[in-house]
């Protein structure tokens, strides 16, 4: 069965300082999609940076940028100067078939002014 | 453009009713979805629609029905409700992307609904 894992249930930062959540995924596949959901106090679901498996370049999103590892299935989102816009649930995500994608447990995040 | 849609945000059940959750979405998407999210354990799929006509068990179908009425609309129903359906749940849609030979799944989200059963 495919699986995420996000080992970090919870996790703080200081404004302006950078973090990094971690995301590791099980999959026998070799063509699929990572991704990084945000969910803020609101609930309101938002997707903060995908992933091509095929692609070796990390993607970026102006402070955020993953650090893909295939070889060693990793996916870990780094949020560099830390806004407090930023206090949210993470969610990592993967993607192998069309219709489904498969959800990690999620890691909370705490920005402190 | 409203995006997704879900009505109500708020339900409170006693068990042993019945409900239906409420969704729709403006933008033309083929591909809906149903999530409940439970403390620690992310999202999990109860049922998914790949395009009009079709819906397909997730990973916890069971206590939940689902009708996808049109392309815009699909609503999920508990016949009988129960305590450990007490959830929030979230519809969402997405249309496939073509890159590298596999569609990218990009989920767009409604706001939610707090679904508690005494």
């Known amino acids: 069965a495919q699986t995420v894992t996000q080992s970090q249930p919870e996790m703080s930062v200081q404004e302006a300082e950078t973090v990094t959540l971690s995301c590791t995924y099980d999959?026998?596949?070799?063509?699929?999609?990572l991704f990084w959901y945000k969910q803020p106090p609101s609930r309101q679901m938002i997707l903060v940076i995908r992933?091509?498996?095929?692609?070796?370049q990390n993607a970026t999103e102006n402070r955020f940028s993953v650090n893909f590892q295939k070889a060693a299935k990793s996916f870990s989102l780094k949020i560099s100067d830390s806004q407090l816009g930023d206090t949210a649930m993470y969610f990592c995500?993967?993607?192998?078939?069309?219709?489904?994608?498969?959800f990690g447990p999620g890691t909370s995040l705490s920005v402190i002014p | 453009n409203a995006g997704v849609t879900q009505t109500p945000k708020f339900q409170v059940l006693k068990t042993g009713q019945s409900m239906t959750l409420q969704c729709a979405q403006d933008?033309?998407?083929?591909?809906m979805y149903w999530y409940r999210q439970d403390p620690g354990m992310g999202l999990r799929l109860i049922y998914y629609?790949?395009?009009?006509?079709?819906?397909d068990k997730g990973e916890v179908p069971n206590g939940y029905n689902v009708s996808r009425l049109n392309k815009r609309e699909f609503s999920l129903r508990l016949e009988s409700a129960a305590p450990s359906q007490t959830s929030v749940y979230f519809c969402?849609?997405?249309?496939?992307?073509?890159?590298?030979?596999?569609?990218?799944?990009?989920?767009?989200f409604g706001p939610g609904t707090r679904l508690t059963v005494l």
């Open positions: 969402a849609s997405s249309e496939a992307l073509l890159a590298g030979g596999l569609p990218s799944n990009e989920q767009f």
């Open positions: 999959t026998s596949e070799s063509n699929y999609y």
């Open positions: 992933q091509e498996a095929y692609k070796q």
């Open positions: 995500a993967f993607q192998t078939s069309y219709d489904k994608v498969i």
């Open positions: 933008m033309n998407h083929n591909s």
């Open positions: 629609s790949a395009s009009e006509g079709t819906t």
